[in-house]
């Protein structure tokens, strides 16, 4: 697992997650980092979207109770409305 230095010689652990196809890390948290909160991390709370993870879709009543894990594979969609 990567890591990053959080100061005063301690090591935290990073998460890496495949996000549309990137990889990108995110500290490790003591709590669950849970769907609801990638969304919010990536500015997209309250804008219409679909998530998958690792194949599955998540429904948006779930987001605030399904934990990420490193290594997930996350594809987010985000709808463009128009005319």
Not at 34 to 51: F, Q, W
């Amino acid at each position: 697992m990567p890591e990053e230095a959080a100061g005063h010689g301690k090591i935290r652990p990073l998460m890496e997650l495949h996000i549309n196809g990137e990889t990108r890390q995110f500290p490790d948290r003591d709590a669950a980092f849970t769907v609801a909160a990638l969304v919010a991390e990536l500015g997209l709370a309250g804008k219409r979207i679909a998530v998958e993870r690792n194949g599955d879709i998540v429904p948006r009543s779930q987001h605030g109770e399904t934990a990420l894990a490193g290594g997930d594979r996350i594809e987010i969609v985000v709808a463009v409305g128009g005319g």
